[in-house]
């Protein structure tokens, strides 16, 4: 079973930058053939997928939320990163790394997931 590991989180200033890191174990070959996604979830509010990135990793997807501060990115089948530049309170939230189907891209369903990373924005 492919395994996915978040780390990269932490505890930072409104405006400050974080990137964020998934790796993959198991068998990781697999995700040459899935979309990678970062989602984020807070109590108040549903899990939300932030950003994606598709199996050729020529195409992405961002929430409207996020444009122009995050950029998604990834390495062959094991690795994928979540750059994000200018850190809002509102991004505060536990953020999971996921793969999804090529066909279920960007939205989903996501067949993996990592434990998850938190991140917190300080006004």
């Known amino acids: 079973q492919v395994q996915l590991v978040e780390s990269g989180g932490g505890l930072v200033q409104a405006g400050d930058s974080l990137k964020l890191s998934c790796a993959a174990s198991?068998?990781?070959?697999?995700?040459?053939?899935?979309?990678l996604g970062w989602f984020r979830q807070t109590p108040g509010k549903e899990r939300e997928l932030v950003a994606s990135?598709?199996?050729?990793?020529?195409?992405t997807y961002y929430t409207d939320s996020v444009k122009g501060r995050f950029t998604i990115s990834r390495d062959g089948a094991k690795n994928t990163f979540l750059q994000m530049n200018n850190l809002k309170f509102e991004d505060t939230a536990v953020y999971y790394c996921?793969?999804?189907?090529?066909?279920?891209?960007?939205?989903?369903?996501?067949?993996?997931w990592g434990q998850g990373t938190q991140v917190t924005v300080s006004s």
């Open positions: 990135i598709d199996w050729s990793g020529l195409n």
């Open positions: 996921a793969a999804t189907r090529a066909s279920n891209w960007p939205k989903g369903p996501y067949d993996y």
């Open positions: 198991g068998y990781a070959v697999t995700l040459y053939n899935m979309g």
